[in-house]
């Protein structure tokens, strides 16, 4: 059977060049993005060996890192389109196993989605990861606008990643633990707050109306819908149309035409009929998370899936190919 996974991450380290000294000092990398550099950066060595040795078809890469964002609007598209062109170059040599999410630079809206045209249709990209909050502001900012427009305009999904909580978020949340000093990632990040963040930045969407304005947009989050689903009925109940916000829809029937989530870092069952209960089968598709999570956890978890075959194609790569045009 064929597979394809769409949340697994590269990170360049000559990049890191094009960055000025002062910025360089700016950086803030997870502990566990530091650990996995080597691998990160690795495209056609260990990664494809054991793509190959999972029966993994295709990968879709995205920059793990939010270097750009630290740029101002004048740098940032240079640096972004820097950096897609060597992912494009880089991936080359394998197109029937890679493809790509653009990186775009957040901090100039306007050069986003003239970055996201060009990375679709000269370098084949098949839409956009956003990570996380851009200076501490979400995507219902009306400046982000263009971003929407340009994606469904060219039919690519947008994928919403977590990224590293704002310094205020961290210092009011995640720091000071016990009266230990300092953040406390696993809380913060893929312990739990980023994942509450993305739904947070979903919902956000949804009561801004965002949805509603862009019809045919197609978003994408992973780690099994970051606790949406666990929520769903309390939160369908919440932001009914009328209830305050400006969606005209229910939150039910706007993820079941527009979200699609990923299972990447998630490969238990119960997480999965819980998805499959609220979303549905059409919006669920398989993802591992690489490398932060290993290609051999996430396909026993597929091979542990008690569905009839079709179904569990839909999730290996049926509904990948359908969204991303594959």
């Known amino acids: 059977m064929r597979i394809v996974t769409i949340e697994e991450h590269v990170s360049f380290p000559e990049m890191s060049g094009f960055l000025p000294a002062d910025i360089l000092s700016k950086r803030r990398h997870s502990s566990a993005a530091a650990q996995m550099m080597p691998k990160l950066a690795d495209i056609s060595g260990e990664r494809l060996t054991s793509m190959d040795q999972c029966g993994i078809s295709m990968q879709v890469l995205s920059v793990e890192n939010t270097d750009v964002n630290l740029l101002d609007s004048t740098a940032a598209p240079y640096f972004a389109t820097k950096y897609n062109n060597m992912l ?14 653009a990186h775009l630079p957040m901090t100039a809206p306007m050069a986003a989605a003239d970055e996201l045209e060009r990375t679709v249709n000269d370098l084949g990209f098949r839409g956009a990861m956003i990570r996380g909050l851009t200076n501490g502001e979400f995507l219902d900012t009306p400046k982000f606008a263009p971003i929407f427009e340009k994606a469904e305009k060219l039919d690519v999904p947008i ?10 978020v961290l ?26 963040e993305t739904a947070v930045h979903v919902l956000r969407l949804l009561a801004a109306g965002t949805f509603d304005k862009y019809p045919k947009l197609k978003v994408v989050i992973g780690h099994m819908g970051e606790m949406l689903p666990m929520m769903w009925v309390r939160s369908n109940r919440a932001f009914q ?86």
Not at 88 to 101: L, Q, Y
Not at 160 to 165: Q, S, T, V
Not at 171 to 188: L, M, Q
């Open 241 to 326: 149309p009328g209830n305050g916000a400006a969606n005209q829809r229910t939150l039910e029937d706007t993820f079941r035409e527009q979200l699609y989530i990923t299972t990447s870092g998630f490969f238990t069952q119960p997480p999965l009929q819980l998805a499959l209960d609220t979303i549905g089968i059409d919006n669920i598709i398989l993802s591992v998370d690489y490398p932060f999570s290993s290609n051999q956890m996430g396909i026993d978890f597929l091979n542990e899936i008690q569905l009839p075959p079709d179904q569990v194609a839909k999730i290996a790569h049926g509904n990948a190919e359908k969204l991303l045009g594959l």
């Open 88 to 101: 494009a170059e880089k991936i080359s040599d394998h197109r029937g196993r890679f493809t790509a999410f």
């Open 159 to 168: 994928y919403i990643h977590p990224g590293l909580p704002p310094q205020t």
């Open 171 to 196: 210092d009011a949340y995640y720091s000071n633990v016990g009266g230990k000093t300092g953040a406390f990632e696993a809380i913060a990040c893929w312990g739990w707050g980023w994942h509450s």
